[in-house]
């Protein structure tokens, strides 16, 4: 199971809105609706942002919005902020022996 | 509060073996679906193993199958991961992962134990 495809890295300035790509197949991002995206800081353990496609857990800004369109799977950041800046994931439920499947990860930026 | 906390990481020669264990309240763990994650320095996330509520149900990474066992102890609020046969390559940060209540996602992550494998 390869990982999900990610762009390295997307920048932005405060106030802008940006979005991160999360590609993968029909097994995995297009066959599930149960895609999630999670964001790391430096050092820090990760912190889920969506689940489900577009489900945000109780504490989890309204900034951070998700969609889905055939094998691509999209995280939107609105109104970009210095604490913004971070690593974001996505991750794929897989239903073979390989439960769950990683994105490459984005370096996102805030200029 | 949940809080998952990680022990036992530490530097092993390859070929060895290490316990990771990680510690787990705030929440009813039995009720709970746990899974072991982990990454590289300066690289991404990797999903490595499942364990269901009752322990009866395991499933693993095919980088790590054949080497790695998961467990848990439900009496004592603990999960487990048995690392046997340690390649240089297994050299990462190790996250105990709480399942979410509606599942297929992480909702709750440990701080993470780092294991090295290097002679």
């Known amino acids: 199971q390869s990982a999900l495809t990610q762009p390295a890295s997307v920048s932005g300035s405060p106030g802008q809105s940006i979005a991160i790509s999360c590609t993968g197949t029909s097994s995995d991002v297009g066959g599930s609706n149960h895609v999630s995206w999670y964001q790391q800081h430096p050092g820090k353990a990760p912190k889920l942002l969506l689940y489900?496609?577009?489900n945000r857990p109780s504490g989890v800004s309204d900034r951070f919005s998700g969609s889905k369109s055939g094998n691509t799977a999209s995280l939107t950041i609105s109104g970009l902020q210095a604490e913004d800046d971070a690593d974001y994931y996505c991750s794929s439920y897989v239903s073979t022996t390989t439960l769950y499947v990683f994105g490459t990860g984005t370096k996102v930026t805030v200029l | 509060e949940v809080q998952l906390v990680e022990s036992g990481g530490g530097l092993v020669q390859p070929g060895g073996s290490l316990r990771l264990s990680c510690a787990a309240s705030?929440?009813?763990?039995?009720?709970?679906?746990m899974h072991w994650v982990r990454q590289a320095p300066g690289e991404g996330l990797e999903w490595l193993s499942y364990i269901s509520e009752d322990g009866d149900i395991k499933k693993y990474a095919d980088s790590i199958k054949g080497r790695f066992t998961t467990s848990r102890d439900n009496a004592k609020n603990s999960l487990f991961l048995q690392m046997d046969s340690l390649r240089d390559e297994d050299t990462a940060v190790y996250y105990c992962v709480k399942e979410g209540a509606q599942e297929y996602h992480f909702d709750y992550w440990g701080q993470g134990t780092l294991v090295t494998v290097s002679s």
């Open positions: 489900d496609v577009t």
């Open positions: 705030g929440f009813t763990f039995n009720s709970q679906e």
